[in-house]
């Protein structure tokens, strides 16, 4: 059936919950997807301060008509205990970026930023095997990113952050599950991949996260902000040649293994390429 041009009594939901919202490409990215591929499916953004993420989770579990529920910024790693069941990576990671009705009144987590971003990078630049790499922010989407990354044989995974004792932390928790990591400053020199997953770069007066001094184009630099697209960190990577990818690759990647784990219905969720960076 085709998907109607705006919604009626048996419109399922999906929604994206987040602490600020505006900045969120998923409801344009779910709606164009659900349109091309006949689905009576929105998706809508949900402006959810943390103080009020466990009565909002709460109450949602009653929503009959809600496919499940993308998590950003702040609320991945809370919501991690907010959830009934999470996966393995989930766990690994100590965050959650979706979730969905368990059908019995709770809720089952997953942790797909990792995925998504490697799935990105390894179509669009280069295996990352046998890669150096730095990954700025150790938080859940930090995490993710640095584990997939290191499961997929990274030589090296090392995290940096403004809070010293969370890059240690995620450092241990790496090194844990085999993947060689230590904390260290945010610069470039002597890695192959760097990889900003902080929230540095949203703003236009936010500092590069990362030192690019002496960086050559052998280095791809990712970033995994996706508004704007083009971070003050990947021009200036740009304008040194290395390769880049964007917060709205990732996302785009990431997109079936979401509809996956929502247990969507078969169908063709790549973007046409005018949304591409």
Not at 35 to 51: E, L, Q, T, W, Y
Not at 175 to 189: E, F, L, Q, R
Not at 210 to 226: E, K, P, R
Request: hydrophobic content about 45%.
């Amino acid at each position: 059936m085709a998907r109607n041009s705006f919604p009626t009594g048996n419109t399922r939901v999906l929604g994206i919950v987040g602490d600020p919202i505006e900045q969120v490409l998923a409801p344009t990215l779910w709606s164009e997807l659900c349109s091309k591929n006949g689905f009576d499916i929105v998706c809508i953004p949900m402006h959810v301060r943390p103080a009020d993420l466990k009565n909002f989770l709460d109450g949602a579990r009653g929503w009959k008509n809600l496919e499940g529920l993308i998590v950003t910024v702040p609320h991945k790693i809370e919501a991690l205990k907010l959830v009934t069941v999470a996966t393995a990576r989930a766990h690994a990671t100590g965050a959650v970026n979706s979730i969905r009705p368990d059908g019995q009144g709770g809720w089952i987590g997953d942790m797909l930023d990792g995925g998504g971003f490697l799935a990105a990078y390894e179509d669009r630049i280069r295996p990352v095997r046998g890669q150096r790499v730095l990954v700025v922010g150790s938080g859940g989407v930090g995490a993710a990113i640095a584990l997939a990354l290191g499961e997929a044989g990274a030589s090296e995974v090392d995290v940096s952050d403004v809070n010293a004792s969370r890059a240690h932390a995620l450092a241990a928790r790496l090194g844990a599950h085999g993947v060689a990591s230590k904390s260290v400053d945010p610069t470039a020199k002597g890695y192959d991949l760097v990889v900003n997953a902080s929230p540095a770069g949203m703003r236009p007066e936010d500092p590069l996260p990362i030192d690019l001094d002496g960086a050559t184009s052998d280095l791809a630099v990712a970033d995994v902000v996706t508004k704007p697209a083009d971070t003050r960190l990947l021009l200036a990577a740009t304008a040194l040649g290395c390769p880049v990818q964007g917060g709205l690759q990732m996302a785009e990647a990431q997109i079936p293994l979401q509809a996956e784990f929502f247990d969507l219905p078969p169908g063709d969720w790549r973007l046409s390429s005018s949304n591409s960076h």
